[in-house]
């Protein structure tokens, strides 16, 4: 590892952008559009659809904080069904697995303020089982069918 160690700060910047994570800063939750740079950002924070989003969600922001919510819950259980369907993994995997995908929702855009708490709401909710161990919370998709009951076989 000794070469990581000798790193000056720009190589770390370019690392960073290399991984596409300064990418990611340039996006607008509000308008679902990723910008090419920070000056793409501000040119479309300063743009007339904008403005208008920012109308329209300064005049109900909780309308559009549920339908965030309820995206990011969509999305996220998507993603345990396709990668982690019948397994038990920890939240922070499938976490970071999420954020890994630029067009899903930011979670600082939903009702949820951290990990924590949004698994606790998939647990109480029944959408999925978690444990909370010495190494962290683990979930467990729990598998239904389309009309919301659980499979025959399933236990
Ligand atoms: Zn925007």
Redesign the pocket.
């Known amino acids: 590892m000794g070469k990581n160690d000798s790193l000056t700060p720009k190589e770390i910047a370019n690392r960073i952008k290399a991984k596409g994570l300064k990418k990611l800063r340039c996006y ?1 939750q ?2 679902q ?1 990723q910008c090419r740079d920070e000056n793409g950002f501000k040119c ?2 300063m ?1 007339e ?2 403005q208008r ?2 109308q329209i969600f300064g005049e109900n922001p909780n309308r559009i904080v549920s339908e965030f919510s309820e995206e990011f819950e969509r999305n996220f259980l998507d993603l345990m069904k396709r990668n982690h369907r019948f397994s038990r993994v920890a939240a922070t995997v499938v976490y970071n697995e999420f954020i890994n995908n630029r067009h899903y929702v930011n979670m600082n855009s939903t009702q949820w303020a951290t990990l924590t708490e949004f698994v606790e709401h998939l647990g109480r909710t029944g959408k999925c089982e978690v444990a909370q161990t010495e190494n962290g919370c683990f979930i467990t998709y729990i598998d239904r069918d389309s009309e919301g009951y659980l499979p025959q076989n399933a236990y």
């Open positions: 607008c509000i308008c559009k479309h924070c743009s659809s904008h989003q920012m």
